[in-house]
């Protein structure tokens, strides 16, 4: 059994440590069943969820924001649609998570959700809603 990894990793270390020891294809299904909601902390089908640092015993939603932020790291994802429907989960930490994904990983927007996050009412979110378009800092002030 391999050692947990030290919770002082960076989330982009821990992220791309946990794909070298399970391999790019199972890291990236659960991080996406994580961001789908179809896997949580604690599922037995995977590795220990401090590989990607998160933690047992926090609100449902941290699994979703966990499994998204670690495709920043090694994505870009296998099922871009699930990022892109992240967009509209009511956690705005996973709104804003996975508008990073899209900017990280230029991923196609053809319905327009990240234009329409620019209104979002979390500043946060709407800042990142920005950058995703590529848009000038100044712009997500309004």
Do not use: N
């Not at 994904?101 to 990142?128: C, F, K, N, S, Y």
């Amino acid at each position: 059994m391999l050692p947990l990894p030290t919770q002082r990793l960076h989330p982009r270390d821990a992220a791309r440590l946990a794909e070298e020891h399970f391999g790019r294809d199972l890291t990236l299904a659960w991080c996406e069943d994580l961001l789908s909601g179809e896997a949580v902390a604690g599922d037995t089908r995977y590795p220990d969820i401090v590989w990607i640092r998160g933690a047992l015993g926090w609100p449902p939603y941290w699994s979703r924001v966990w499994g998204a932020r670690a495709l920043l790291h090694i994505g870009p994802p296998a099922r871009p649609d699930l990022v892109l429907r992240a967009t509209g989960d009511d956690a705005w930490r996973l709104r804003e998570m996975a508008l990073k994904v899209i900017a990280a990983h230029q991923l196609p927007d053809p319905d327009g959700v990240v234009d329409a996050l620019t209104d979002d009412p979390v500043e946060r979110v709407r800042r990142q809603a920005w950058r995703a378009l590529g848009r000038p800092r100044e712009m997500s002030d309004r």
